[in-house]
């Protein structure tokens, strides 16, 4: 469908309905999001039995700390406060003050996950969970969002419904992955290698594959009523917020040029990780 929009914001979102067979892959660096808060994309939260569990490592390393892993042994030394655990331990100790953890320590594919109440006692932070929100067009797409505070510094953790080693190996096998195809409104064609990804928001299974939401590095070569035509993501990709029935909606497409219109495709992507992302929400 078509419909004419104003162009408020340069991030838009991208859902992949993929049916992957999952490869092998490490898990990158600590990245931040623009804007107000750190959106760490690499410390991917799980939501499992009743607990969430965050990765250990790029927590700490957000908050300026010193990891030290000597198997099953981890340190993590923070100004001065010392943390010592054990993997498949549920004992720990805070400057040698013995902690239980509600589950033990465990690992997924080599990344360290922990009860994310330990994180908040063992570094002082402030946490608030916050449930995803239906979105009117796409359900699927709610992202539950863990809020970290402390040491004049706030971010963000996305919390899957996948063990993170999954989420890592997904997001590998996304990028060598040469092409795919969107599909919304009015399906297009693009590159995926020629944009890439600057954050993966969430990773759900669905039907045998995984269901993909991620903001795009850059737009690769859309194909409108011009074929061929070239866009970059910092130049011509275009999305709004809009509120539809209480809730807010997310509204991406690509610019047709020669008519000025845009080719649009209504996503759910909650408004906390649009204000997250510093993107300025407007009704429509």
Known sequence: MRRRCSVRMQTAVVHYALMLVVCCAPCGSVAAAEGHFNILTDAHG????????????????????????????I??????????LSVNSSKATINGRPVTLSVPARVYGGITCVPLRFVAEAFGL???????????????????????????KTARVLVHEEPPDVVARVVADLEHTTQTEGRGADAFKFDLGS??????????????????SSVPAQWGEPYFDTPGLRQTFSAEAAGVYGYRGGRWVYIAGFQDVPSHDYWVRELGIPAAVAKAMGIQLQHY
């Open 46 to 73: 799980y939501s499992a039995g009743g607990h969430t569990l965050v990765p250990l490592r790029p927590i700490a390393q957000w908050l300026g700390a010193r990891v030290t892993y000597n198997a099953p042994r």
């Open 126 to 152: 402030k946490v608030s969970y916050h449930a995803g929100e239906d979105a009117e067009m796409d359900k699927t797409s709610a992202i539950p969002v863990v809020m970290l505070s402390g040491a004049g």
């Open 195 to 212: 944009y890439g990804f600057d954050w993966i928001l969430r990773v759900t299974k669905v039907h045998g594959g995984y269901f993909i």
């Open 75 to 84: 340190q993590v030394a923070l100004g001065s406060t010392l943390i010592a």
